[in-house]
């Protein structure tokens, strides 16, 4: 992935959490500060403003956690592509192992040295027929 896209949606994250949150939050200080002016002008409406704020409120909470899935979801996005991208460049293969028919366990490696060693001891301890061989995929 370009490192200006990855950087990107990064900022793009903190701008979803940052814009979902000032909107709700100056909605709920105008919301409250409206309901304490209304219960203090009409007191017997009380228990009515009480409830259609704290309705209000819920809507507007939802609008807030709207925002942080979206957030949530443009960053697993990013982490998932990076993270796919550094699979392929790491990608490694298991050795491969095979049955022998008879004879010792044969080893095989791309370095000389390891085979060389592996050898050696292979020819020092003879196995059994039907010893494993491993091969490093090369």
Known sequence: MNPLISFASFIA??????LASIGPGVGQGTAAGQA?????????????IRGSLLLSLAFMEALTIYGLV???????LTLYSLS???RELTRWQAPK??????GPAVFS????SLRKKDAESCNA??????????????
């Open 70 to 76: 979206v957030s949530l979801f443009l960053r697993s």
């Open 13 to 18: 994250v903190g701008l979803a959490v940052g």
């Open 84 to 86: 796919k991208e550094m």
């Open 36 to 48: 304490v002016e209304g219960i203090a002008r009409q007191p017997e409406a009380e228990g009515k």
């Open 109 to 112: 490696s791309s370095a000389p």
């Open 97 to 102: 192992i095979h049955l022998a028919h008879s």
């Open 125 to 138: 301890h003879p196995a059994k027929p039907g010893a494993a061989h491993i091969s490093h995929g090369h």
